[in-house]
């Protein structure tokens, strides 16, 4: 009974999850074709969001195709690294570039990451999951990754500081954060089964969308306070 409460509530945060995405994804477009400012800002994360959406579509079209679960390791993967991509784009240069200096804050956190998964999930991974190296790396990519996002959003939400744009990017600061603690999540119960059955990383990936569409309605309502 406990089994299937649990997945009773896993897939009612995937289908929100899916909701909050296809929200997210009409307010960022919203966003491009109102022309909001820093316009290439809004189409950065309007594409990333629809990397996301066009991964998740991939990752369910091959499972409905061949019956068989996805590799934590796929083509579908590219989707989700160009968002990365997109996203690093739009946090580094809007609404202005960030300085050189920041990419000796974001290798040395990138870095660091790296050898902490190495040395605490690594050779975990390989015992329980039989040696599938390339599967974990699959999910041990992605907190490295957001470890370097979450640099570059709190170098831009510090050099922000008592200009319009600081809160728009301390919602973006906590948006990567928890994007980031349910990437750590998913890595941690492919380690070391069970822990939620998915459910806390669900939960953050949520809280993620939740935050971004903060920061969207947000930044609209500040441009028109700045225009009045």
């Known amino acids: 009974m406990e089994k299937q409460t649990m997945e009773m509530i896993l897939q009612t945060l995937q289908a929100v999850g ?8 009409i307010v960022f477009w919203g966003q491009v074709l109102r022309r909001r400012e820093p316009r290439n800002f ?11 959406l066009l991964g998740n579509l991939a ?6 195709a061949t019956g068989a679960a996805l590799s934590t390791f796929s083509f579908v993967d590219a989707f989700y690294i160009i968002r990365y991509v997109l996203i690093g784009l739009a946090l580094w ?3 202005t570039s960030l300085t050189q ?17 190495w040395a605490f999930y690594f050779r975990s991974a390989m015992t329980t ?12 990519l992605y907190p ?52 939620s059955g998915g459910i806390l990383p669900n939960v953050f990936w ?12 947000g930044a609209s309502s500040k441009e028109k306070e700045i225009r009045e």
């Not at 189409?43 to 990333?48: P, S, Y």
């Not at 999951?129 to 041990?140: C, E, P, Q, R, V």
């Not at 728009?168 to 492919?190: D, H, M, R």
């Open 129 to 140: 999951n039989g040696g599938d190296w390339i599967s974990f790396f699959g999910l041990a």
């Open 42 to 52: 809004w189409i950065f994360f309007a594409l990333a969001w629809t990397m996301n």
């Open 206 to 217: 949520i809280l993620t969308d939740v935050f971004l569409l903060i920061m969207a309605l």
């Open 93 to 95: 240069l809007y609404p």
């Open 101 to 117: 200096k920041a990419w000796k804050w974001i290798g040395s956190a990138a870095l660091i990451t790296a050898a902490l998964v």
């Open 144 to 195: 490295i990754l957001d470890v370097a996002l979450i640099v570059i959003a709190w170098q831009r939400a510090r050099v922000s500081r008592e200009t319009f744009w600081h809160r728009t990017a301390l919602f973006l600061f906590c948006a990567v954060t928890s994007y980031g603690i349910a990437n750590t999540l998913n890595l941690t119960e492919y380690v070391f089964p069970p822990l």
């Open 59 to 64: 990752w369910i079209a091959h499972d409905l």
């Open 18 to 25: 899916y909701l909050t995405l296809l929200i997210i994804l």
